[in-house]
């Protein structure tokens, strides 16, 4: 019985320490800081000023930067070495200006804007308008994102919005669809009562990444750290899971949130718990990278880093000051960190080590 008890705790022993060493071979990632982007680069109007809008930087695979102006309507166009090269559009009602742009995307070398939820807008990259078609629908949708995952296929995340007796219903979906937009596959929808459930929008709406071969779909959630993987044709390839405690907010965390005065009349019920992840994306590895903490707040940005479904590393982004950011970071060939409050890209060499 002794002999037992002995063998029992060597084996329990040699499981701790091997846990303890796969926690210490974690990788961490280390930046070098290449150039910044500036709000008024130089060669460019300089009457627009330069407002980022979300959602409105991207990456073209040969590393030029594209950044959608919001108060000007414009799309700035900066080479991989972040030097100003021209112009795209701005806000206008002439056939090669933009009312409203709702959301743009690449395809092979044009870029395509979608113009008041029923124009699609093809321009080439250097600026020159090509074409314009309007795009049918059977109920009022709203794209929010759209990225081209190869030659024939997009991804898209759109809003949509139904009458039902007197109720507006509001619905939100990904979907993968061809390039004339016609849906191919739904891989999530998901539909409110806006009069009744209004404030729970927000946990429907789906977060999304990709890269070579997947698709990572999540959604806002407040008691389960799960990242759903999808082929490219949108069959379920499995999850990525990991343990997680809901956390409740403090009470001097709500006081920086709202510290502008600006707190929703629901905040108590939306903001009683953490989520268990705010963001994700893909990396120039076709790694996960999932934002656990920060963002639009005063803490540190902390991310897992995970190779398929295994966790690779951590990565943590000081915000020094303590005071709430304006800062988003988006991953491709670089690391971009965007402050939309001093209207700048900085841009980083990233590895991993």
């Avoid at 982007?37 to 300089?46: C, L, N, Q, V």
């Avoid at 997947?214 to 990525?240: A, C, P, Q």
């Avoid at 956390?247 to 009349?265: I, Q, V, Y």
Wanted: aromatic share 12%.
């Amino acid at each position: 019985m002794k002999n037992t008890l002995i063998l029992v705790s060597i084996i329990i022993l040699l499981i701790s320490c091997s846990k303890k060493e796969e926690v210490q071979k974690l990788k961490t990632v280390k930046l070098t800081k290449l150039y910044t982007i500036e709000g008024f680069p130089e060669g460019a109007d300089s009457t627009r000023t330069f407002s980022f809008t979300w959602n409105g930087t991207k990456v073209d695979t040969e590393g030029n930067v594209f950044v959608r102006d919001d108060k000007s309507g414009s799309i700035r166009v900066f080479d991989r070495n972040g030097k100003f090269e021209n112009n795209i559009t701005n806000t206008g009602m002439g056939p090669e200006e933009i009312e409203r742009s709702n959301v743009y995307y690449f395809d092979r070398d044009t870029v395509c804007i979608i113009d008041n939820m029923i124009k699609l807008k093809k321009f080439l990259k250097n600026g020159k308008y090509i074409s314009t078609k309007i795009i049918e629908h059977e109920e009022i949708t709203l794209p929010q994102e759209i990225y081209e995952l190869n030659d024939s296929i997009l991804v898209v995340r759109m809003t949509t919005y139904k009458r039902a007796e007197n109720n507006l219903i509001l619905g939100q979906s990904l979907s993968i669809v061809d390039k004339d937009l016609n849906t191919k596959k739904v891989i999530y929808e998901a539909f409110v009562d806006y009069p009744k459930e209004g404030d729970q929008i927000l946990f429907k709406e789906p977060i999304f990444t990709y890269n070579d071969s997947s698709i990572f779909l999540t959604k806002r959630n407040k008691s389960e750290y799960k990242v759903d993987v999808y082929s490219h044709t949108g069959k379920f390839k499995g999850n990525i899971r990991k343990k997680y405690v809901k956390k409740r907010f403090t009470a001097e965390e709500l006081d920086l949130m709202f510290k502008d005065g600006n707190k929703p009349k629901d905040a108590d019920k939306i903001y009683d718990y953490k989520l268990a992840m705010y963001d994700i994306m893909a990396d120039k590895n076709g790694y996960l990278w999932t934002l656990i903490e920060g963002g639009f707040s005063s803490k540190d940005m902390v991310f897992d880093i995970f190779n398929n479904d295994k966790l690779i590393a951590n990565f943590v982004l000081e915000n020094p000051t303590k005071e709430k950011h304006e800062k988003v970071i988006y991953l491709k060939d670089k690391f971009y960190l965007i402050d939309y409050e001093n209207d700048i890209i900085e841009v980083y060499d990233y590895e991993f080590e």
